[in-house]
């Protein structure tokens, strides 16, 4: 079936304003994680979601980021008042559950903050 | 905190040959590895996985062997060709009560020769 699908796949913004990314993962898995990669860098963990739940959101860098998912399907990943720091490439993967480790990953959506 | 890291970060091999890439890992409640592929301008791409029970695994043209007493893990590509070159990634997890999301180590770029 279709993998992993994000969007949108470019987003550029001024400083201060607010941003929502989107996740569509495959179908019939319930497990979904959101990733921050910056230029030349590993993956970073921001969130965990089992279902519509989100038991870890260790990873979330500050306040000013938040994520929902509704359905047990659909994630949106919302940064609030934009800085520069925010620019990177947020990535979202899923897993058929949490159980099943192995991470299908999107495409990634590519975050510029002006 | 506990890392995930990689000896080299970029590695140049002539087409046809074989390439290892090395991971060191540091966390010695991890018992899940992965690593992944990740081209330009996409996101990783899943390539072959180890439990910690296990010390070798392989698949098609790669292989992934797993030293837990020196918590090294490592990528064998044989016959590499032109589509191998990538960002190549290792991540870890520990399954029974980690942090849900995968850590990862920065990646090493390999390159293939023509």
């Known amino acids: 079936g279709a993998g992993v699908s994000q969007s949108p796949s470019n987003k550029v913004t001024e400083k201060g304003k607010d941003v929502e990314l989107r996740c569509d993962p495959i179908s019939g898995h319930t497990a979904l994680y959101w990733y921050r990669q910056s230029l030349g860098q590993g993956l970073e963990f921001l969130i965990y979601f089992q279902g519509n739940s989100a038991p870890d959101k260790s990873g979330l860098p500050s306040d000013r980021f938040s994520a929902e998912r509704t359905g047990g399907s659909v994630s949106t990943l919302t940064i609030q008042r934009t800085q520069q720091e925010d620019s990177a490439v947020y990535l979202c993967?899923?897993?058929?559950?949490?159980?099943?480790?192995?991470?299908?990953f999107g495409p990634g959506t590519r975050l510029l903050v002006l | 905190g506990e890392s995930v890291g990689l000896h080299l970060p970029t590695l140049s091999v002539q087409e046809g040959d074989n390439s290892i890439i090395n991971c060191a890992y540091s966390?010695?409640?991890?018992?899940?590895f992965i690593w992944y592929k990740q081209e330009s301008g996409k996101g990783p791409q899943f390539i072959i996985d180890i439990r910690s029970n296990m010390d070798k695994r392989q698949g098609q043209r790669v292989t992934v062997l797993l030293n837990k007493t020196v918590k090294h893990l490592s990528l064998q590509i044989a016959a590499t060709q032109p589509g191998d070159s990538a960002v190549y990634f290792c991540a870890e997890k520990n399954s029974g009560g980690g942090a849900d999301g995968l850590t990862f180590g920065k990646g090493t770029h390999l390159i293939i020769q023509p």
């Open positions: 966390n010695s409640a991890s018992d899940y």
């Open positions: 993967a899923s897993s058929s559950s949490r159980a099943q480790e192995t991470q299908y």
